[in-house]
């Protein structure tokens, strides 16, 4: 993983600050939010791969953004706040938080929470793409070894470009993809053509997706992307 891309949620200036410079001088990519609603658009448009999040923010609960972002991603979320009670840490960590610091705090220990946090997540993208010769989600089959897609026992065809947006959406399951990640990670850097991407999405849904106008696999983020549903053995979506 080059560079680790680190969300830090702080409204406090100084303490912000303490924490940027910290990350500055490991060469961690870091981006800032100092409220809640801010915090929750960058961890959906920035993906990033870690988040360092305040409790006390201006505009909603440390907790609740816990839980928001845990509908949709599996990111390692530090804690680092000034309530120290073990019931404020308990709710934390039962909402998702991965791990809780209480301030003040040294530099040195952040960074030794962070290096944890990065080696889980190298281990589980290790893990995943050793493991994950098949995606199985509902009655959606994809075999990677293989290049082809089944639903219902019956073999989809698509076309190549197809077959990569769904491969990506696969492989991210449970996560808002932006337009421009997904445009990215298919074309690369020189291809910013959002209308073609909704156009190539649009077909592959026809051919995934048994009614279009209730989606099962694929969920449209008006204005930010797509995100891959999980689909249950109940045949219900989350």
Not at 47 to 74: A, C, E, F, H, Y
Not at 117 to 130: E, F, I, T, W
Not at 220 to 233: A, C, E, K, N
Request: include cysteine; aromatic fraction near 8%.
């Amino acid at each position: 993983m080059n560079k680790p891309l680190i969300l830090v949620v702080e409204d406090d200036k100084a303490v912000q600050k303490l924490i940027t410079t910290t990350l500055e001088t490991q060469n961690y990519q870091y981006h800032t939010a100092g409220t809640g609603e801010s915090s929750i658009l960058e961890a959906v448009t920035k993906q990033p791969d870690i988040m360092i999040l305040d409790l006390g923010l201006p505009d909603m609960d440390g907790v609740d953004i816990i839980k928001k972002v845990r509908t949709w991603s599996n990111m390692p979320i530090i804690v680092v706040s000034a309530r120290s009670e073990d019931r404020d840490k308990i709710s934390a960590l039962d909402a998702g938080a991965d791990d809780y610091l209480t301030k003040p705090f040294s530099v040195d220990e952040l960074l030794a929470r962070l290096r944890v946090s990065l080696r889980r997540v190298r281990y589980d993208n290790a893990k995943l793409q050793k493991d994950a010769t098949v995606f199985l989600n509902g009655n959606l089959k994809v075999d990677y070894a293989a290049g082809c897609a089944w639903l219902d026992g019956e073999e989809v065809h698509l076309t190549p470009m197809e077959y990569k947006l769904l491969c990506l959406l696969a492989k991210n399951v449970g996560k808002v993809l932006t337009h421009n990640f997904i445009i990215h990670e298919i074309w690369g850097n020189y291809y910013s053509d959002i209308p073609a991407l909704r156009v190539f999405m649009a077909t592959l849904r026809k051919k995934i997706e048994k009614n279009s106008s209730q989606p099962k696999y694929i969920q449209t983020h008006i204005g930010v992307g797509y995100r891959m549903l999980r689909v249950g053995d109940d045949g219900k979506s989350s």
